[in-house]
């Protein structure tokens, strides 16, 4: 791979259902790749020229496919600046049995500007629409933290006190790039988690809860590859809430608050 790619695009592979439960059946090895399985449990970004996933186990005479996804922060510096990468395919001694090497060419910066037009839907929502005056594109969303939470001229998003700020990249079919970000008034999140060293109930309080019957409050594992290992259902309107960590061994975890399938807030907890 070509060392400066990564500095100027997330590159990311989503894999196949058969690829993702090998993986899974091989204990989710990898070395240098960014994994939040809570957004899309088949989709990973390598963080480095060697990132790779390990111990994928599957037969020899099995294939399926895989997806690649170059999402550039940055345009070229030049026209027609090219990178390449490869993907390589090995048996478990290490030897390699397959691969591709695939040729991008970087977008160009755009000096029609794209805008972000947001609307209140209620419940602490908002419709973010991007409007690049008539272009032909493709547009990809990112939060503060720089998560993906969405493709398309449209996304909806719950702005927090921790993550409110929203940006959007978008690629024309002509190979130009327009960037834009906003920063929303943040409604809801959560407020505080206590103790500051669990025991046996970890209790959360809420800030202005999102007003949704699909809200949940769960709690995943560094260690194991953020299998979720607690999760609770939150009424709507409820504002605290006591999780049982009676279960939960010595360690750190990470509490989430998510609602409709999209993540609202987290902190990071510590287990005595």
């Known amino acids: 791979?070509?060392?400066?790619?990564?500095?100027?695009?997330?590159?990311?592979?989503?894999?196949?259902?058969?690829?993702?439960?090998?993986?899974?059946?091989?204990?989710?090895?990898?070395k240098s790749i960014t994994y939040n399985p809570f957004i899309n449990p088949r989709k990973v970004e390598f963080c480095s020229w060697d990132g790779r996933l390990e111990d994928i186990c599957m037969n020899g005479e099995d294939f399926e496919k895989v997806t690649m996804t170059l999402d550039f922060q940055s345009p070229a510096?030049?026209?027609?600046?090219?990178?390449?990468?490869?993907?390589?395919?090995?048996?478990?001694?290490?030897?390699i049995i397959g691969g591709e090497t695939f040729v991008v060419e970087a977008p160009i910066y755009s000096y029609k500007p794209i805008d972000i037009i947001p609307v209140e839907v209620g419940g602490g929502k908002y419709q973010l629409s991007a409007d690049?005056?008539?272009?032909?594109?493709?547009?990809?969303?990112?939060?503060?933290?720089?998560?993906?939470?969405?493709?398309?001229?449209?996304?909806?998003v719950i702005p927090t006190l921790r993550n409110k700020e929203f940006s959007v990249t978008a690629i024309s079919s002509q190979g130009e790039m327009a960037q834009k970000s906003i920063t929303l008034e943040s409604k809801t999140g959560i407020k505080s988690v206590a103790p500051s060293l669990v025991e046996d109930y970890i209790y959360v309080v809420l800030d202005n809860p999102v007003d949704s019957k699909n809200a949940v409050l769960q709690v995943s594992s560094l260690s194991l590859g953020g299998t979720i290992l607690l999760s609770k259902s939150l009424p709507t309107g409820t504002k605290e809430m006591r999780l049982d960590a009676t279960s939960l061994s010595s360690g750190i975890y990470i509490l989430y608050y998510s609602v409709d399938g999209q993540i609202i807030d987290s902190q990071k907890i510590n287990k005595k």
């Open 1 to 30: 791979m070509d060392k400066p790619l990564l500095s100027k695009a997330k590159l990311k592979m989503e894999m196949a259902s058969p690829i993702y439960n090998a993986w899974k059946r091989g204990g989710y090895h990898a």
């Open 77 to 95: 510096a030049l026209p027609g600046e090219t990178y390449t990468f490869d993907l390589i395919q090995k048996d478990e001694q290490g030897n």
């Open 132 to 156: 690049w005056q008539g272009t032909d594109y493709l547009a990809h969303w990112t939060d503060k933290n720089g998560e993906d939470i969405g493709e398309g001229s449209k996304v909806t």
